[in-house]
């Protein structure tokens, strides 16, 4: 299937060909067609398959066919849990819609609020937003919805790890009853499926790919090394294999700061992203990192979502998350849109409870590889198969050891059931 037989607007036929993309993926060749019937839509596909396509052509392709948005008035709203994904989100509506004669505008925390409610005097075709600045600008009368024809919920499923749900319910008190509903999320895990039962009207449902698994073309491994060490073990590997750009995940904020501090200390320059920054100061370290100025971006998981980078060649995993989706999330950052990624795990014997998490979830061992010169003093123990059998030692089945430069091969397949979430996260007011 090619785009041109998805029949979209001339102008978005033509801004996609600028853009590159000549044959859909797989989650876009179906929803496209799916959200131009205009029923609602629950939607499911891993991190980097092309999701944000898939909703912003269709809604395009609508748009541009109705009345113009009047004074205030919102036509189409994106919501999205963090202000990178939605600036992201943003950034695709502008390039698709370049076209078009249509009104667009994004609008988050973390930066003064009255150029926005300016933005929106004139009215909005589509509105970008985070669920707490949306709610500060109605509350103040800055836009209204009495003209909403469709509402997206992008990546619902961190909206509802954050503790955005009171929000998300906020929000839908003050729409319409008539309207599209469209769905997105990684995983439909329990807690979704309760949201989509109170949202969507007979949705059509999309399940591109097995849930909370690593797209085939991520190649994971991890690294033991005590915690103490790790630091250095990281430095030692961007120098060795000369990694010009990397995208490292940190637990906590401090230690992205102590991280990145570090890593300037080698010689590698290195810049962090949360959500103790400003809004400018992320903006500008994302910038720097995709301009080459940036080698290493640190990163939160939560200021993570959304960074969205052609071919970033590099993941890795400074600490492991305490919560296993967000792992799968992480290294879903690298391997996009087909081309090769690899993500590396530095994973001390004090987070072996959250490695056993992980292959349970993924559904097969971490291939293991120590580096010579940092083997751990604490050794990290055998995880054990995903099932509770132990796994013996030795290069089989992608799990046993080898020195730096081997590499564990074999990868048993996962499969589609869904195994138990772990803790939910407490609300977070990122993007308030």
């Known amino acids: 299937m090619l785009f041109e037989d998805l029949d979209l607007a001339s102008e978005l036929g033509r801004a996609v060909a600028e853009q590159g993309y000549s044959k859909p993926t797989p989650i876009q060749a179906q929803a496209i067609p799916a959200v131009m019937k205009g029923g609602d839509i629950m939607a499911a596909a891993q991190t980097g398959t092309g999701k944000t396509a898939g909703f912003t052509l269709p809604l395009l392709h609508r748009l541009c066919q109705g009345q113009p948005a009047r004074n205030k008035q919102v036509r189409a709203l994106v919501l999205t849990p963090t202000r990178e994904l939605a600036a992201q989100v943003f950034d695709n509506v502008q390039s698709y819609s370049k076209y078009l004669k249509l009104r667009h505008a994004v609008v988050f925390g973390g930066v003064k609020i009255n150029p926005q409610i300016g933005r929106l005097k004139g009215g909005a075709d589509i509105l970008v937003a985070t669920p707490g600045r949306l709610l500060d600008l109605y509350g103040q009368g800055a836009l209204r919805f009495d003209d909403l024809e469709v509402l997206v919920l992008d990546e619902a499923d961190r909206m509802l790890d954050m503790g955005f749900i009171h929000d998300i319910k906020r929000v839908l008190r003050v729409l319409p009853k008539k309207r599209q509903n469209l769905l997105f999320s990684a995983t439909f895990s329990g807690d979704i499926r309760g949201l989509a039962k109170g949202l969507l009207d007979n949705p059509t449902e999309i399940d591109i790919s097995p849930r909370n698994t690593a797209t085939e073309t991520v190649q994971q491994k991890l690294h033991p090394v005590d915690k103490a060490r790790k630091q250095k073990l990281l430095s030692h590997l961007i120098l060795e294999n000369n990694w010009h750009q990397a995208l490292v995940f940190s637990r906590t904020k401090h230690g992205a700061n102590r991280l990145v501090k570090q890593l300037e200390g080698d010689g590698i320059r290195a810049a962090a992203i949360h959500g103790n920054k400003s809004q400018n100061a992320r903006t500008k370290a994302l910038a720097e990192f995709k301009g080459g100025k940036v080698q290493i971006l640190v990163a939160t998981d939560i200021a993570a979502r959304g960074i969205d980078i052609d071919q970033l060649p590099q993941v890795v995993n400074f600490d492991l998350p305490n919560v296993p989706e967000d792992y799968v999330h992480r290294i879903g950052r690298t391997g996009r849109a087909g081309s090769r990624g690899q993500a590396v795990s530095l994973v001390s014997a004090d987070e072996i409870k959250q490695l056993k998490d992980i292959e349970r979830l993924v559904r097969k061992p971490i291939p293991r590889e120590e580096v010579e ?60």
């Open 373 to 432: 010169g940092f083997e751990p003093g604490h050794d990290l123990p055998e995880s054990g198969r995903p099932g509770g059998n132990s796994r013996p030692r030795g290069n089989n089945a992608g799990g046993g050891r080898s020195r730096s430069g081997g590499r564990g091969n074999g990868q048993p397949r996962g499969d589609n059931s869904r195994p138990r979430r772990r803790g939910r996260r407490p609300a977070r007011s990122e993007s308030a």
